[in-house]
Each structure stands twice: as C-alpha cells, then as structure tokens.
C-alpha cells in the first residue's frame, strides 16, 4: 500500500527557512514523480513544485521560483522541499503526493497517493 508521510512544518517569521520531508512506504520511490501542493483556508489546491522519478526534471510555480528548492533521495525514499525567504503568502498545509509516471504534473487528479499534510504557517 502506498503511503506518503510529510515532517517539517512549522511556524516561522517572513524571510525564514523550513525544510519539509516526504517519506515513501510500500512502494519504490524511484518509480513516481513526487509533487509537493499547497491549500490555504478558502483558496484552491495550488501544485508548488514536482520533481520527475529520475529527478532529472524539475517544476516550480512562479510563486516558488528563487525561494524553494525541490530534491530526492531515492535510496532513503525521500523527497525534500527546501523552502527559504518565506513569506507570509506562503501559509497553507502542505501535501505531498506521488504520481506513477516519470514527469511531473500539476493536476492533482493524476496522483496515486496523499500524504496527511503538514502545516506552514509563516507570521510575524
């Protein structure tokens, strides 16, 4: 059974960092492209960034763009979200999930497996 557990969220004043993990289980990691996504109260899911099985292919929202930084570690089947000059915009829960494919997509439809989200809250 796949399952996909997201660490590292926090609480963090404007121009912070935090570093989200995406853990795999029950399955090879190195098979799905992994994509991170975001909700904010009362917006819309938003796909943030997605990094391709091989991870030779990397997508970033313009929002994201500068500021975070996507990787993997498919030997520790993890995938890693470096997420620097946060800003407050950046607020939301954040979600991993895993598409059995070898590029990435921003349709959330086309991913196989969620993990439970992990809250960023950036605040002064």
């Known amino acids: 059974q796949l399952q996909l557990v997201e660490s590292g969220g926090g609480s963090v004043q404007p121009g912070g960092s935090l570093r989200l993990s995406c853990v795999a289980s029950?399955?090879?990691?190195?098979?799905?492209?992994i994509g991170w996504f975001r909700q904010a109260p009362g917006k819309e899911r938003e796909g943030v960034s997605c990094?391709?099985?091989?991870?030779?292919?990397?997508y970033y929202a313009d929002s994201t763009k500068g500021r975070f930084t996507i990787s993997r570690d498919n030997a520790k089947n993890t995938v890693y979200l470096q997420m620097n000059s946060l800003k407050p915009e950046d607020t939301a829960v954040y979600y991993c999930?895993?598409?059995?494919?070898?590029?990435?997509?921003?349709?959330?439809?086309?991913?196989?497996?969620w993990g439970q989200g992990t809250q960023v809250t950036v605040s002064s």
């Open positions: 029950g399955f090879p990691l190195d098979h799905y492209a």
């Open positions: 990094i391709s099985s091989s991870g030779g292919s990397i």
């Open positions: 999930a895993a598409r059995p494919r070898y590029y990435c997509s921003t349709r959330g439809g086309e991913y196989a497996a």
